[in-house]
Nanobody, 126 residues
Framework: QVQLVESGGGLVQAGGSLRLSCEAA????????VAWFRQAPGKQREFVAN????????NHADSVKGRFTIFRDNVKNTVYLQMNSLNPEDTAVYYC???????????????????WGQGTQVTVSS
């Protein structure tokens, strides 16, 4: 079992930066897939980025490519989401999720992920 705790959200002005953290409690195998999703009020949950725990594969949604970067620190058992050039459309609750399956589903589909954190609010003011 994996427990996830997100942190780092907050209020920031447009153009600013934030770094979100997702700390995992429990054994993290190299093939685990860790992702960030977000959900804005009245909208569906949206894939943001993912990485294999071993770090050899990452993906970023087109809407954040070039602005957001996902990376992990295996020593700290933590996955980060560095968010730069934020705009009001990035306002959402951000969730960290882990897929522990040996054969995974689509990396950008929330149904692939078994464990979820509680979420952290990111608000970008114009």
């Amino acid at each position: 079992q994996v427990q996830l705790v997100e942190s780092g959200g907050g209020l920031v002005q447009a153009g600013g930066s934030l770094r979100l953290s997702c700390e995992a409690a429990g054994r993290m195998n190299a093939y685990y897939n860790v992702a960030w999703f977000r959900q804005a009020p009245g909208k569906q949950r949206e894939f943001v980025a993912n990485t294999r725990w071993r770090g050899d594969s990452t993906n970023h949604a087109d809407s954040v490519k070039g602005r957001f970067t996902i990376f992990r620190d295996n020593v700290k058992n933590t996955v980060y989401l560095q968010m730069n050039s934020l705009n009001p459309e990035d306002t959402a609750v951000y969730y960290c999720a882990v897929d522990t399956a040996i054969i995974s589903g689509a990396y950008n589909d929330g149904r692939t992920y078994k464990y979820w954190g509680q979420g952290t609010q990111v608000t970008v003011s114009s």
